[in-house]
Protein backbone atom coordinates (compact mmCIF):
# COMPACT_ATOMS: atom_id res chain seq x y z
CA UNK A 1 0.00 0.00 0.00
CA UNK A 2 1.14 3.45 -0.82
CA UNK A 3 -0.17 6.86 1.16
CA UNK A 4 0.14 9.86 -1.04
CA UNK A 5 -0.19 13.50 1.01
CA UNK A 6 -0.71 16.66 -0.99
CA UNK A 7 -0.19 20.38 -0.39
CA UNK A 8 0.74 23.40 -1.59
CA UNK A 9 -2.80 24.37 -3.16
CA UNK A 10 -4.24 27.87 -2.83
CA UNK A 11 -5.68 30.57 -5.34
CA UNK A 12 -3.46 33.07 -6.92
CA UNK A 13 -4.14 35.53 -9.74
CA UNK A 14 -3.25 35.04 -12.94
CA UNK A 15 0.36 35.21 -13.74
CA UNK A 16 0.89 33.69 -10.48
CA UNK A 17 2.86 30.79 -9.10
CA UNK A 18 2.16 27.73 -6.42
CA UNK A 19 4.21 24.57 -5.50
CA UNK A 20 2.50 21.60 -5.30
CA UNK A 21 4.15 18.76 -2.75
CA UNK A 22 3.11 15.09 -2.45
CA UNK A 23 4.86 13.20 -0.01
CA UNK A 24 4.74 9.51 -0.39
CA UNK A 25 4.74 6.32 2.48
CA UNK A 26 4.26 2.94 2.80
CA UNK A 27 5.33 0.62 0.42
CA UNK A 28 7.86 3.36 -1.74
CA UNK A 29 10.14 0.79 -3.14
CA UNK A 30 7.61 -0.39 -5.43
CA UNK A 31 6.86 3.02 -6.64
CA UNK A 32 7.88 3.62 -10.63
CA UNK A 33 6.15 6.62 -11.74
CA UNK A 34 4.81 9.20 -9.58
CA UNK A 35 2.61 12.19 -11.11
CA UNK A 36 0.25 15.08 -11.52
CA UNK A 37 -3.38 14.31 -12.47
CA UNK A 38 -6.14 17.34 -12.50
CA UNK A 39 -10.10 17.87 -12.62
CA UNK A 40 -12.06 20.69 -13.37
CA UNK A 41 -15.43 21.03 -12.67
CA UNK A 42 -17.52 19.36 -15.06
CA UNK A 43 -14.41 17.62 -16.95
CA UNK A 44 -12.44 14.48 -16.66
CA UNK A 45 -9.47 13.91 -14.78
CA UNK A 46 -6.52 14.32 -17.27
CA UNK A 47 -2.89 14.18 -16.84
CA UNK A 48 -0.67 17.07 -15.94
CA UNK A 49 2.83 15.76 -15.64
CA UNK A 50 4.51 12.30 -14.91
CA UNK A 51 8.60 11.67 -13.94
CA UNK A 52 10.04 8.16 -13.60
CA UNK A 53 13.64 7.32 -12.81
CA UNK A 54 15.96 7.95 -15.37
CA UNK A 55 13.28 8.80 -17.69
CA UNK A 56 12.48 12.82 -18.84
CA UNK A 57 9.59 14.33 -17.57
CA UNK A 58 6.21 14.01 -19.76
CA UNK A 59 4.17 17.11 -19.43
CA UNK A 60 0.28 17.49 -21.35
CA UNK A 61 0.95 19.93 -23.90
CA UNK A 62 -1.24 22.49 -21.89
CA UNK A 63 1.53 23.19 -19.39
CA UNK A 64 4.86 22.49 -21.35
CA UNK A 65 7.04 25.94 -20.13
CA UNK A 66 5.16 26.82 -17.46
CA UNK A 67 5.14 23.50 -15.00
CA UNK A 68 7.58 21.34 -13.83
CA UNK A 69 7.53 17.92 -11.76
CA UNK A 70 10.85 17.09 -10.00
CA UNK A 71 11.12 14.47 -7.67
CA UNK A 72 13.31 14.04 -3.98
CA UNK A 73 13.78 10.55 -3.71
CA UNK A 74 15.16 11.33 -0.77
CA UNK A 75 12.13 12.53 0.56
CA UNK A 76 9.64 10.31 -1.42
CA UNK A 77 8.24 13.35 -2.48
CA UNK A 78 7.11 15.24 -5.61
CA UNK A 79 6.47 18.59 -6.55
CA UNK A 80 5.05 20.73 -9.37
CA UNK A 81 5.81 23.84 -9.72
CA UNK A 82 3.42 25.77 -11.74
CA UNK A 83 4.22 29.41 -13.18
CA UNK A 84 2.07 31.61 -15.83
CA UNK A 85 -0.84 30.30 -14.02
CA UNK A 86 -4.56 30.85 -16.00
CA UNK A 87 -7.43 31.04 -15.01
CA UNK A 88 -7.99 26.92 -16.94
CA UNK A 89 -5.47 25.81 -15.04
CA UNK A 90 -8.20 25.70 -12.18
CA UNK A 91 -9.00 22.20 -11.09
CA UNK A 92 -8.32 20.10 -8.56
CA UNK A 93 -5.07 18.74 -8.85
CA UNK A 94 -4.59 14.64 -7.68
CA UNK A 95 -0.67 13.11 -7.14
CA UNK A 96 -0.40 9.40 -8.56
CA UNK A 97 1.68 7.09 -8.05
CA UNK A 98 2.25 3.79 -10.06
CA UNK A 99 3.69 0.97 -8.71
CA UNK A 100 5.84 -2.32 -10.58
CA UNK A 101 2.35 -4.05 -9.60
CA UNK A 102 0.90 -2.52 -12.01
CA UNK A 103 -1.40 -0.73 -9.07
CA UNK A 104 -2.29 3.08 -8.93
CA UNK A 105 -2.67 5.39 -5.55
CA UNK A 106 -4.08 8.50 -5.18
CA UNK A 107 -3.95 11.02 -2.91
CA UNK A 108 -7.22 12.82 -1.34
CA UNK A 109 -6.38 16.12 -4.11
CA UNK A 110 -5.96 20.06 -3.71
CA UNK A 111 -7.78 22.98 -5.03
CA UNK A 112 -6.07 25.23 -7.18
CA UNK A 113 -7.80 28.63 -8.28
CA UNK A 114 -6.47 31.09 -10.34
CA UNK A 115 -8.90 34.29 -10.33
CA UNK A 116 -8.64 37.84 -11.29
Known amino acids: QVQLVESGGGLVQPGGSLRLSCAASGTIFSISTMGWYRQAPGKERELVAT???????NYTDSVKGRFTISRDNAKNTVFLQMNSLKPEDTAVYYCNAYTILRTAYWGQGTQVTVFS
Open 51 to 57: ITGGVSP
